[in-house]
């Protein structure tokens, strides 16, 4: 009987609790009248998923002005890298929107964002806007920082079809670092 006891009031510690742990869900909905603090908030919780990304539709469910959003979370020096990236690679799901597409070609064109934050920027920009974002991106080809280079290549040609290999084509005999050659070659001609 005692063991029975202690079952049903474990039962009932754990139904007590439930409603708390469900507030923690990614899938529970922001609510209606949520601050933009309490969307920010909430976004940067979707972002810090250890093995969750967030969808484009569970980052709008929680602000109609998510896009806004990342690029603050983005721009914030004060964030962790690890948080900006996150942001940026996130911002890379609206392909769709104004306001991302300027800023993905308003900081590349600037070539003022610290390079790790740079790499990942020239990958999330082509792979939601697609060839768009080709002349974005094909200016890092020339970076002075091989790690730079190598992640444009590796963005143009994973992610920018046809056009992209022509691209890595055309400045092919301007690189000089033997791995970045060697990865150039891998998406010109893929069948070597």
């Not at 708390?20 to 869900?25: E, G, K, R, T, V």
Request: glycine share 6%; no cysteine.
């Amino acid at each position: 009987m005692r063991r029975f006891l202690i079952m049903i009031a474990l039962a009932a510690v754990a139904l007590v609790a439930t409603p708390a742990f469900a507030q923690d869900s990614h899938d529970a909905p922001a609510p209606a009248e949520a601050t933009p603090q309490a969307q920010k908030d909430q976004i940067i919780l979707l972002l810090s998923g250890y093995h969750y990304f967030p969808t484009r539709d569970k980052l709008a469910a929680e602000s109609p002005n998510a896009p806004q959003i990342l690029i603050g979370i983005a721009e914030e020096a004060s964030n962790l890298p690890s948080l900006r990236i996150q942001a940026i690679r996130a911002l890379g799901l609206f392909a769709d929107d104004a306001v991302a597409a300027t800023w993905f070609e308003a900081r590349l064109a600037e070539g003022r964002l610290p390079e790790d934050l740079l790499r990942h920027t020239l990958t999330a920009s082509l792979r939601g806007f697609g060839e768009r974002a080709l002349p974005w991106v094909e200016p890092y080809l020339g970076h002075p920082d091989p790690q730079v280079r190598m992640s444009a290549i590796h963005a143009i040609g994973s992610l920018a079809g046809e056009n992209g290999r022509l691209v890595l084509e055309a400045r092919r005999d301007m690189e000089v670092d033997v791995q970045a050659l060697h990865d150039m070659d891998r998406f010109i001609r893929p069948d070597r």
